[in-house]
């Protein structure tokens, strides 16, 4: 149990479909990130929020939007997927965010597993 | 821009046998340097980290050497268990972290 919790563990969407995965730590930290996984290639980063600011976007399509509402959640609202979208996406946070001394250790949720038919 | 090399996968050993998994960085200035180890099911947890040149990280009984001069940082395990089956991460970065591809270790009794 790492302190950072992601909801659903698995998610099956369709193209036309819409759909939110859901973020949430524990662990008083000030920064929250997306990355995706995806078979045999580098952990991408998507977005990154700090002190609930998007401070980061690795030119990410349009079809994925992120929220921060506040330090302790993070969504990413999908739309209009495409099958190449299908994927682990892994949420992380660390205690100082960008910038700061001791960001470096991430602490990443189990991940959703999406597929996109 | 910064980038990780890892061995492809998977290692496959038996166990109580050597570990070696290599890692190569290219970088701009002197990040520091980390492995991740993802098992079945879950995120990623930090192994290891070593932050200047000639630092080792270990923990676990892995351990890592910041090798400024070969630009690598190798994982290194004298004896494997069967539960140190899993994905392995190198990464390097200060404030946003470059991760490489990982190279799953399968571990049989």
């Known amino acids: 149990e790492t302190g950072v919790t992601q909801t659903p563990r698995h998610l099956v969407m369709g193209m036309t479909n819409k759909k939110s995965l859901k973020c949430e730590q524990h662990l008083g930290h000030n920064a929250m990130y997306w990355y995706k996984q995806s078979a045999k290639k580098p952990l991408e980063l998507m977005f990154v929020?700090?002190?609930?600011?998007?401070?980061e976007n690795n030119s990410v399509p349009s079809r994925f939007s992120p929220e921060c509402p506040n330090s302790s959640h993070l969504f990413l609202h999908l739309h209009t997927l495409q099958p190449e979208d299908s994927a682990l996406y892994l949420c992380?946070?660390?205690?100082?965010?960008?910038?700061?001394?001791?960001?470096?250790?991430?602490?990443f949720g189990s991940g959703t597993q999406l597929s996109v038919l | 821009g910064n980038s990780v090399t890892q061995m492809e996968g998977p290692v496959t050993l038996s166990e109580e046998a050597f570990l070696t998994i290599n890692c190569t960085y290219t970088a701009t200035g002197y990040p520091s340097l980390f492995w991740y180890v993802q098992y079945p099911g879950e995120g990623l947890q930090l192994l290891l980290k070593a932050t200047k040149a000639d630092d080792k990280g270990s923990n676990k009984g892995f351990e890592a050497t910041y090798r400024k001069e070969t630009t690598s940082f190798h994982l290194e395990k004298g004896s494997v268990q069967v539960s140190d089956s899993a994905v392995y991460f190198c990464a390097l970065g200060r404030s946003t972290l470059t991760f490489g591809k990982g190279t799953m270790l399968l571990v049989s009794p």
């Open positions: 929020y700090n002190f609930k600011e998007q401070t």
């Open positions: 992380a946070s660390s205690q100082e965010g960008i910038g700061g001394a001791s960001n470096e250790k991430l602490f």
